[in-house]
């Protein structure tokens, strides 16, 4: 497999993380906080969706879109379930590296 040099002198393989960091920072950019379940580590993807029942409100949306807030009701989420282990764990909880949660 090819790898590459980054500019730090290490080599990587291309997926690696280092490797997307070392080019989003070449950029001018940073990567965000990684969003995992705190209890079994899966990571949602864009497309995945929560439904709100508050009130029966019914709406569809990614939760971290929006850091809990549902768009239809706006009722705030304080705990997600997750999508893999079912299990409900505090929203913030799911940011990995970050104090805050990313801005909306």
Not at 13 to 20: E, K, N, T
Not at 22 to 28: N, S, T
Not at 53 to 58: A, E, T, W
Request: charged fraction near 25%; glycine fraction near 12%; charge should be positive.
């Amino acid at each position: 497999m090819e790898t590459f040099r980054l500019l730090d002198g290490t080599t990587g393989q291309p997926g690696d993380p280092g490797l997307v960091d070392e080019v989003l920072r070449g950029a001018g950019l940073r990567r965000g906080p990684r969003i995992r379940c705190p209890l079994c580590r899966w990571r949602p993807r864009r497309g995945d969706r929560w439904y709100c029942s508050h009130l029966g409100c019914g709406m569809a949306w990614n939760t971290f879109q929006t850091r809990g807030v549902c768009p239809r009701c706006s009722h705030q989420w304080t705990k997600t379930v997750c999508l893999a282990c079912h299990q409900w764990s505090r929203h913030l909880d799911w940011y990995e590296g970050d104090q805050d949660p990313p801005p909306a």
